[in-house]
């Protein structure tokens, strides 16, 4: 399994860390900073599923006046590291 922690930009949450094993799975997905419980529903919506699944559908989501979301830089964060 690989660790992954990844610095958002554009959004109010600072650092994204998961894990992804050998199958392309999620697993521990957390946020620090954001919207706390939002983020938290996002980690467990997404354990165990298909990380380039889960990018597809994160991706291009937007929060409010800004270009980006912490879901959409998760998306983003998954395509830089996926297997």
């Not at 650092?15 to 392309?24: L, R, S, V």
């Not at 354990?47 to 270009?67: H, P, T």
């Amino acid at each position: 399994m690989r660790h992954v922690t990844f610095k958002p930009s554009g959004v109010c949450a600072m650092q994204i860390d998961f894990d992804i094993d050998d199958e392309n799975k999620l697993h521990n997905v957390a946020f620090i900073g954001g919207c706390n419980g939002n983020l938290k529903a996002i980690g467990l919506l997404t354990e165990g599923k298909d990380a380039d699944e889960v990018a597809d559908i994160l991706e291009g989501n937007i929060c409010g006046f800004r270009s980006t979301s912490c879901a959409d830089q998760l998306s983003q964060a998954i395509k830089t590291q996926s297997v």
